[in-house]
T-cell receptor
Framework: GESVGLHLPTLSVQEGDNSIINCAYSNSASDYFIWYKQESGKGPQFIIDIRSNMDKRQGQRVTVLLNKTVKHLSLQIAATQPGDSAVYFCAENRNYGQNFVFGPGTRLSVLP | KAGVTQTPRYLIKTRGQQVTLSCSPISGHRSVSWYQQTPGQGLQFLFEYFSETQRNKGNFPGRFSGRQFSNSRSEMNVSTLELGDSALYLC?????????????FGPGTRLLVL
């Protein structure tokens, strides 16, 4: 069935390097996407969102890229820090309302 | 502004029992959504409430139900608990003023069914 997925379940990066977390979605009708960060024992924390009328959006140290042609979403984290270690989820919204479909998540480990 | 709060944080129940979880949204938020998170299935949408009415529903059996009060606080109920209902139950709130909005999550209630 249709789903939101991630290419890499785990990602290890050196502190200070840039991180790229990828997400593939299968429903071309999806038009709103959110990246969340979830630390152990906590609920998902909003990082950044993007709508389908954009292909790039930047926040503080984070950039989200949307490629609608290949239905691909990525989250770039600049100068990765130990505090960035967490599981990152992409979520897509396909319908009216707040019914979001979440990907399986990628665990980011930042090495000292 | 205080964030989304959920009570209780941890809960242990036995099969066949029922459970009620509570969620208080961010002040001013009128939409509350519930999700189930498990290692095997990930984050799955249960339902959304807005102005005391269920506005969206995921693909969960009727044992899972919810309601919303006039102050936007929401409760979720699971009846006849099964072992597979063990999960982290997350509540998220948003203003509810638009079709697609950022959701802000609470810390979750971890339910263990024995």
């Amino acid at each position: 069935g249709e789903s939101v997925g991630l290419h890499l379940p785990t990602l290890s990066v050196q502190e200070g390097d840039n991180s790229i977390i990828n997400c593939a979605y299968s429903n071309s009708a999806s038009d709103y996407f959110i990246w969340y960060k979830q630390e152990s024992g906590k609920g998902p924390q909003f990082i950044i969102d993007i709508r389908s009328n954009m292909d790039k959006r930047q926040g503080q140290r984070v950039t989200v890229l949307l490629n609608k042609t290949v239905k691909h979403l990525s989250l770039q984290i600049a100068a990765t820090q130990p505090g960035d270690s967490a599981v990152y989820f992409c979520a897509e919204n396909r319908n009216y309302g707040q019914n979001f479909v979440f990907g399986p998540g990628t665990r980011l480990s930042v090495l000292p | 502004k205080a964030g989304v709060t959920q009570t209780p944080r941890y809960l242990i129940k036995t099969r066949g029992q029922q459970v009620t979880l509570s969620c208080s949204p961010i002040s001013g938020h009128r939409s509350v959504s519930w999700y189930q998170q498990t290692p095997g299935q990930g984050l799955q949408f249960l339902f959304e409430y807005f102005s005391e009415t269920q506005r969206n529903k995921g693909n969960f059996p009727g044992r899972f139900s919810g309601r919303q009060f006039s102050n936007s606080r929401s409760e979720m109920n699971v009846s006849t608990l099964e072992l597979g209902d063990s999960a982290l139950y997350l509540c998220a709130s948003s203003t509810g003023s638009g079709d697609q909005e950022t959701q802000y999550f609470g810390p979750g209630t971890r339910l263990l069914v024995l």
